[in-house]
């Protein structure tokens, strides 16, 4: 079954998922990369010249039209989950790990970069923006299949947990 990496931005879904993909020799994908490479746009630039709305039904699109090898590890966008049916459609074709980064860590990490779209007018505010956000979206990060506290994470312990579920899966 595919993994898919969910959590905040900057939860490392993406470093994180492509690492994996290598030690474990898994196909990966990143969805922004995928909505990215399908609109030839950054993703700065479809918020900005097309909304949140325009780019969470392509977003949609492409969850549910790309067929995922059964051993993919997918990276998500830090909203994918929280929105349509996403979240239990990722679940049904495989398994859900949220990548779980305290709001403390999340601001040391976001602090440092410009080309998040939703960060955009929210710097002057950023930590309180992260706090108001992630508790909007946590409920939905935590129907997750597998929750791993990732403040410190290093790759090998996703790794782990990866071939757990899959040890997992073909044990039953």
Known sequence: MSIFL??????????LGKQVSIDLQR????????IQEKLNMSIFEIFNQKGEDFFRKIERELLIKNNFESDAIIATGGGTPCFFDNHNFMKSIGNTIYLKVSPEELYKRLQKTNNR????????????FIQDSLMSRVSCYSESN???????????????????????????
């Open 6 to 15: 969910i959590g905040y931005m900057g939860s490392g879904k993406s470093i």
């Open 27 to 34: 196909p990966f994908w990143d969805l922004d990369d995928m």
């Open 117 to 128: 779209p939703l960060l955009f007018n929210n710097k002057l505010n950023l930590n309180q």
């Open 146 to 172: 597998f929750t791993l506290d990732s403040d410190n994470i290093l790759a090998e312990e996703l790794s782990d947990l990866i071939r757990k579920i899959k040890y997992e899966e073909n044990t039953y």
